[in-house]
């Protein structure tokens, strides 16, 4: 059982399932499923990444760290808003939390009903940077064949793993 502690009542939860070898999510006490089948979201594989972040503002300077600026080639009256960057950056708007500052961090990897630590990288000055995952003896993580669910958490944020025994 994974406990993803995010403030009530988003909190998340995956039960293991040994049989299909997947994580059953259930997201706010809900057991959470797909809009467009009804069936239960099941990744086989759930990373927890650990990382910092700050709130997306307008006058944050995004380029001088390195950073592809959210805000740009955005008309100034369309900055506020759910459709403020609609097209670049879904579901995004002013006050989200921005992690792009970080280049690595700590992970927690969950498949196969084991948990292995381990860390995550990417280029923070590129903003499609490929994100790489590592075990804590600096092997590449080989997930398993399936869908791969991610989660980020600030560092502090409660995260409890209880193995299937």
């Known amino acids: 059982h994974l406990r993803v502690a995010f403030a009530k009542p988003y909190d998340v939860?995956?039960?293991?399932?040994?049989?299909?070898?997947?994580?059953?999510?259930?997201?706010?006490?809900?057991?959470?499923?797909?809009?467009?089948?009804?069936?239960?979201?099941?990744?086989?594989?759930?990373?927890?990444?650990?990382?910092?972040?700050?709130?997306?503002t307008l006058d944050q300077d995004y380029t001088g760290k390195g950073l592809q600026d959210p805000w740009?080639?955005?008309?100034?009256?369309?900055?506020?808003?759910?459709?403020?960057?609609?097209?670049?950056?879904?579901?995004?708007?002013?006050?989200?939390?921005?992690?792009?500052?970080?280049?690595?961090?700590?992970a927690y990897f969950y498949m196969n009903g084991k948990e292995i630590?381990?860390?995550?990288?990417k280029d923070a000055s590129k903003i499609d940077s490929k994100l790489f995952f590592y075990d804590s003896s600096g092997q590449e993580i080989r997930f398993v064949p399936g869908q791969i669910w991610v989660e980020i958490l600030e560092p502090g944020q409660a995260l409890k793993w209880e193995p299937v025994i």
Not at 13 to 21: G, I, M
């Open 13 to 56: 939860e995956y039960d293991y399932d040994k049989s299909s070898n997947s994580y059953l999510r259930t997201w706010g006490d809900i057991a959470d499923t797909d809009r467009n089948n009804n069936k239960r979201l099941a990744p086989k594989n759930v990373v927890v990444m650990i990382a910092k972040s700050e709130q997306i």
């Open 72 to 106: 740009s080639e955005v008309p100034e009256i369309k900055k506020t808003g759910a459709e403020s960057i609609t097209g670049r950056y879904n579901n995004m708007q002013l006050g989200d939390p921005w992690y792009d500052e970080s280049g690595s961090g700590d």
């Open 117 to 121: 630590k381990g860390t995550w990288k």
